[in-house]
């Protein structure tokens, strides 16, 4: 994803290590921050997948490192849940004097705790939404179960989270503590979605259900069926960022079409994984991809899949054109393509690479009350439709490298 690395600081002066995720078209309508999980950075595989969905929505994203985990200065031990939250906001300070004021907010794990407590006090910000986060802060106190003795008789812990090793001090036990979740969601004046999986064995789904029975309308769950609490598996990091980015149209403002910009009309990304491409035509998102078997993800038309579609859709609407024109009682256009690639039957070498040509066989279902001249007649203007013929043509693609700035 392209992507503009940037800094801020928190309250406390540290500089926090951040980085906006842009849509394609680098021209995003809204913006959202995203709150990563305990001990977890930015840079987490499902995060990225999440700020994906949304950036093919044309949601830009800010992905933080909270202070002192990451690239972001200070000392991890420093810091507690009221310091996530002051980070969080600072993060949305950031953006609103930089960029644009942040309508959405979305927090994983505890970083879902943080967006939730810093949501209120946010006026520019319109929906909220946690994945497999805890109703009560000091939930996370389990993770620290076999060293709180230690830290409540000495001060503080050497504690491993997730194979990592991390100093935490009896300050973070007392901070957690003294957390009221319960009150903050119950005031809370935004939309909120609600992300949990019932088999999170790190986050009770119980939570989940505490959460929307305190939060005010409106409000949504999902579940993240079969997945764990990090989304380990792509699959389920991508369903979520679609769920999210689509149930955000509901509650974030959507510019009108005319004022969406774009460098050209069409744009197109490809990350340096896989081969899942983000196309975005105007203000509309698609997805490109190839099959498993080539090394894709198979989660869309491969390129010569989008050209059929191409031509399929310009035969359609080019017969309802003229049929609309003539009067004719053309009820529905059906187009089935397949691209393959065959022998030139003309041609001397049938072995030649070379003499392989391209192939796509266009069948018509026309439905109406249709002489059989006027079939005939659509049969013909369909080999007249402008891609055709442009398949047809000789065609010049102009390619330049875009100069850095």
């Not at 796509?360 to 007649?377: A, P, T, Y």
Request: aromatic content about 6%; glycine content about 6%.
């Amino acid at each position: 994803m392209a992507h503009q690395k940037v800094t801020f600081e928190n309250v406390n002066g540290k500089t926090l290590d951040a980085r906006i995720e842009l849509p394609v078209n680098q021209h995003p309508h809204t913006f959202a921050i995203f709150a990563h999980c305990f001990t977890c950075n930015k840079n987490l595989t499902a995060v990225r997948n999440i700020s994906r969905a949304l950036n093919q929505q044309g949601v830009a994203v800010l992905l933080f490192d909270f202070t002192g985990l990451g690239e972001s200065e200070g000392e991890f031990a420093d810091t507690n849940f009221t310091s996530n939250v002051e980070d969080l906001l600072a993060a949305a300070e950031f953006l609103t004097e930089n960029f644009k004021a942040p309508e959405m907010l979305i927090g994983h794990s505890l970083g879902g705790a943080a967006v939730l407590c810093a949501a209120p006090q946010l006026e520019s910000v319109r929906a909220a939404a946690t994945i497999g986060a805890p109703f009560d802060p000091e939930h996370v106190k389990h993770l620290l179960e076999d060293n709180i003795d230690e830290i409540e008789k000495t001060g503080s812990a050497r504690v491993n989270i997730g194979g990592r090793s991390f100093t935490v001090k009896k300050q973070f036990l007392e901070d957690i503590r003294t957390q009221n979740l319960e009150e903050k969601i119950n005031r809370m004046d935004k939309s909120l979605l609600i992300l949990h999986s019932p088999q999170d064995l790190t986050v009770s789904i119980e939570n989940a259900a505490r959460l929307y029975h305190t939060a005010r309308h409106p409000k949504s769950f999902i579940s993240l069926d079969g997945a764990d609490h990090l989304l380990s598996d792509k699959e389920d990091s991508f369903y979520a960022g679609d769920v999210i980015a689509t149930w955000a149209k509901r509650y974030i403002s959507l510019p009108k079409k005319e004022k969406l910009q774009a460098r050209k009309e069409v744009a197109v990304r490809l990350g340096n994984e896989g081969f899942t491409t983000e196309v975005m035509v105007r203000h509309h998102d698609l997805t490109a991809d190839e099959p498993t078997d080539v090394g894709g993800n198979d989660y869309g038309p491969s390129p010569y899949e989008l050209l059929s579609a191409s031509l399929g859709a310009c035969t359609a609407m080019t017969l309802q054109m003229y049929a609309r024109r003539k009067k004719w009682d053309l009820k529905e256009v059906v187009v089935h393509l397949e691209h393959s690639k065959d022998y030139a039957e003309d041609l001397a070498n049938p072995e030649d690479k070379q003499s392989k040509i391209d192939v796509f066989d266009r069948l018509l279902e026309l439905q109406g009350d249709l002489s059989d001249e006027q079939k005939q007649r659509l049969f013909e203007i369909a080999e007249k439709c402008p891609v055709h013929r442009t398949l047809h043509s000789d065609v010049k693609v102009k390619t330049s490298l875009e100069k850095e700035a």
